[in-house]
């Protein structure tokens, strides 16, 4: 696993434009670059660099389908703390050229969210797999909507919300947990780990116990973005803040494998 410490935020949202900007760079095959994408405050950064890379032809989506890692269950497009909104709004409403039909995001309002979860598995088998999966995690760790102690093996389908993540969740809705949908589709755990590469962001002070979990702990279900421990290819970015909880040996050690890449 690499560790890219960036200095703050917005280095670290550099760092991870460029890279994906590269990643599409060198894609030269017919089929299309398939790339994994979360929400959250998290890759916000990275959003606004791709979008200005875009728009000064330094990278095109023109060949690119995109696959988002989970939608809030009950809430329409148009609701503006749906993922779909949240994803257009951020990100594919700034794009030259980005085709709306290869965007796909998993239908909060689908009458059969099972059979939804299913025909997504699916369609990212129909492109060949997904080639580079972007996350975020949450305070305890948890990868798209994969709570602690979902399984490390565990497939796109409906997943119910702790307590603990509705209350974070809440500053996005009005600071009432309730308001919060309970339930969420989500990728699993194994399809993330079925992509070609993993780049997770880990940013601010608040997720440090989370990056020494994933980083310096076992693989654990407890900590479900552990599981990257196991992948090939798993890229964290971070920032200094994240750093707080690792070890000074942990922290030296990613600086000086890293030196060539650092900004
Ligand atoms: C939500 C999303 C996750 C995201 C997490 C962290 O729970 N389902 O995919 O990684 O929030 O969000 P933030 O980046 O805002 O801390």
């Known amino acids: 696993m690499r560790v890219i410490i960036q200095e703050n935020y917005e280095n670290m949202c550099k760092w991870a434009a460029e890279y994906i900007a590269a990643r599409i760079n060198a894609h030269k095959e017919e089929r299309p670059f398939v790339l994994g994408l979360p929400t959250g405050s998290s890759p916000i950064g990275v959003y606004k660099e791709l979008a200005a890379m875009n728009q000064a032809g330094k990278v095109s989506f023109a060949n690119v389908v ?16 749906s993922y779909w909104y949240f994803m257009h709004d951020n990100f594919f409403d700034h794009l030259m050229d980005m085709k709306p039909e290869n965007i796909n995001i998993l239908n909060g309002m689908a009458e059969d969210p099972e059979e939804e979860c299913r025909k997504y598995e699916e369609k990212i088998a129909s492109y060949g797999g997904i080639d580079l999966f972007m996350g975020g995690i949450g ?3 948890h990868l798209a909507f994969n709570e602690p102690y979902t399984s490390l093996h565990s497939r796109t389908g409906v997943r119910n919300l702790t307590t603990d993540t509705r209350i974070v969740n809440s500053r996005f809705f009005g600071n009432d947990p309730e308001k919060v949908p309970a339930q969420a589709l989500s990728v ?27 980083v310096e702990g076992g693989v654990s279900q407890k900590w479900t973005c552990s599981a990257i421990q196991l992948h090939n290819e798993a890229i964290i970015a971070c920032d200094e803040d994240a750093c707080g909880e690792i070890t000074v040996d942990t922290y ?6 890293e030196k060539k890449e650092r900004l």
């Open 252 to 257: 030296k050690y990613f600086l000086d494998i």
């Open 188 to 214: 699993g755990i194994g399809t993330v780990m079925d992509s070609r590469e993993v780049l997770v962001l880990i940013s601010g002070h608040n997720k440090a116990r989370a990056l020494a979990a994933v």
């Open 66 to 81: 995109t696959f988002n890692m989970d939608e809030y269950i009950g809430l329409p497009h148009e609701h503006d703390q």
């Open 139 to 141: 305070v305890d760790g």
